[in-house]
């Protein structure tokens, strides 16, 4: 906990990084709003706000958690922080967890006020089912969090990490479902998007939200329509966290 009181103070005392936690989501849904927001609620404000949300949330994950973490643990590691803190009583997943918090509230103040916003210029999205709304967003956490480690330790410096970490962002852009609809994919390539670290976290919130699936189904409701995704972010998460354990690096790579 003292860790992580001292996370949140150096974000709170960063003023342009907490400037960009609070305005970059409601100012993302402005612009759309401004640019397009009549032909996006064409088939329903609702729905409009909840396609939004899910691209903030997927961006949120892939930016703020995935590259920043990635390039904050090399810095930390590559200055000596990381070392320096494995003398003290805390374990080496403490540290991570405290490294990771401020843009894990970075990404809940985004979704906070995504929400808010999307109220103001569209519609509340209507939400068909909570938990697969928390699940994405929980499971999504710990997948891009893992990732990041497990990325930072094959990372040599702050600058390279815009190499090491562009195959898993171009992946997740992609191939997830939220750029470019999968069912409109040739089959080979759908089956192996529905496979990427980003496409369940993607189908959880349309799921939640009563969207149109990535897939290009519409939801029956049951449990069925959530399994895969599911089964999915659990192998990413082992995967994830093989990788962390397998990559991760505390001595600067000199």
Known sequence: MSLVRAEILLLVRNCTTLFNAVALAPATVAFIAWMGGDSLAADGASAAAGMLLTVLVAIALIFVVYYNLTTTLVARREELVLKRLLTGEVSRTEIVAACATPALLIVLAQVVLGFAATGVWFDLPHVQNVLWLLAALAGGSVVFVLLAVASSGVTRTVESAQLTTL????????????????????????????????????????????????????????????????????????????????WMRWDPRR
Not at 228 to 239: E, K, T
């Open 167 to 246: 195959p898993a962002i171009m992946i997740a852009m992609a191939l997830s479902g939220f750029a470019i609809p999968v069912h409109v994919m040739p089959e080979v390539v759908a089956t192996i998007a529905s496979w990427t670290p980003m496409y369940p976290v993607v189908a959880l919130l349309r799921h939640g939200f009563g969207t149109v699936g990535v897939d290009g189904t519409v939801f029956s409701g049951t449990l069925a329509d959530v399994a895969q995704p599911l089964a999915c972010l659990l192998l990413w998460a082992v995967l994830g966290a093989y990788g962390a354990r397998r």
